[in-house]
């Protein structure tokens, strides 16, 4: 079992910046490719940002690409997401998950497990 925490989010004027991060527990990180998704209200919760297990690699959606970046710290077992020049429309509940595999970042059900969440609003 692998538990994950978020942390970082919060409210920040539109144009700045925040870092989420994702703290794993129970078993190493660097045995899952890891991704961010976002949920907000009212929509379906989307895929933004997603790194292989040994950080070689990564995708993005297209909404955030060029001002998001994943990484991770398999020694802090730990992952990252900055997030620069945010807009209103960025606003919502960012969740990080654990994978077995880089190959289906995309689709959610391919993660195993899930933080709960954390609000990030950006106001206008």
Not at 39 to 55: V, Y
């Amino acid at each position: 079992q692998v538990q994950l925490v978020e942390s970082g989010g919060g409210l920040v004027q539109a144009g700045g910046s925040l870092r989420l991060s994702c703290q794993a527990s129970g078993r190493t990180l660097s045995n899952y490719a890891m991704g961010w998704f976002r949920q907000a209200p009212g929509k379906e919760r989307e895929f933004i940002a997603a790194i292989s297990l040994g950080g070689g690699s990564t995708d993005y959606a297209d909404s955030v690409k060029g001002r998001f970046t994943i990484s991770r710290d398999n020694a802090k077992n730990t992952v990252y997401l900055q997030m620069n020049s945010l807009k209103p429309e960025d606003t919502a509940v960012y969740y990080c998950a654990a994978a077995n595999s880089f190959r289906r970042r995309r689709n959610q059900d391919a993660y195993n497990y899930w933080g709960q969440g954390t609000q990030v609003t950006v106001s206008s």
